[in-house]
């Protein structure tokens, strides 16, 4: 014969659980109607069993996944039609930190703030080379190294939008270094790569259309100053 078990769970000054087990499953103890449908809290005989805090969470999601081992033990712990099991927490014999696996997630968020923080840096410092570089070629040369060293770190965080934009700011450098050619081919795939993507990043397609029509700009520049210089020079 199979009875309902009423489960408690207590460390001595609190109470951090309370179930009922049957052969339908194990819900969350309902006073009201535990008290109308059976005796009341004080006349029912009850079993006590002390165990490990680390154990009891294993315990409950047994009983609530398997339906066998769940009716052997309500059949177990009702054998002397005591219908309920007062379980005591005792304090945990287990090592339950992994402090191996904690050593490992703290130097892989430590690493990951300082990318981060470094990546910030060459963000406002490439920011003003790349300003500069309109009327100084070595400021562009500088903003370029740094757009490089962005991109590595980009790739290090796994982030691959920050690497599109590490991308085209490196782009923009090839621009200013009239480099028009490489600088064309990489807008062009970072635009294709962008439009294509799963979630489309609308800035990103933004900032791919804004360097695209600096280039024009810049090139049309170059191809006026480059025939002006020449009829200059023929007319010398």
Request: net charge positive; with cysteine; charged share 25%.
């Amino acid at each position: 014969m199979i009875y309902r078990l009423r489960i408690n769970i207590y460390d001595g000054e609190y109470y951090h659980g309370n179930y009922i087990a049957d052969i339908q499953g194990i819900t969350v103890y309902d006073r009201m109607q535990w008290r109308r449908n059976e005796e009341t809290q004080s006349s029912l005989k009850k079993s006590i069993v002390k165990l490990d805090s680390a154990f009891i969470h294993y315990l409950i999601k047994e009983l609530c996944l398997n339906t066998f081992y769940r009716t052997h033990f309500i059949n177990k712990w009702t054998s002397s039609l005591h219908k309920r099991l007062l379980i005591i927490l005792k304090s945990t014999t287990c090592d339950l930190i992994d402090y191996n696996w904690n050593e490992r997630v703290y130097e892989m968020v430590r690493e990951k703030c300082e990318l981060d923080h470094a990546l910030s840096w060459l963000s406002t410092l490439g920011g003003a080379f790349s300003a500069l570089g309109d009327y100084f070629p070595s400021c562009a040369e500088i903003a370029g190294k740094i757009s490089i060293n962005q991109l590595k770190l980009a790739l290090r965080l796994g982030d691959p939008t920050i690497a599109a934009r590490c991308r085209l700011f490196l782009a923009l450098s090839l621009i200013q270094k009239k480099r028009f050619h490489l600088a064309r081919k990489i807008i062009l795939n970072e635009f294709q790569k962008a439009k294509d993507a799963v979630v489309v990043d609308h800035r990103l397609l933004n900032m791919c259309r804004g360097i695209w029509a600096k280039l024009q700009y810049e090139h049309k520049v170059y191809i006026e100053r480059k025939c002006k210089a020449k009829a200059a020079y023929e007319q010398v």
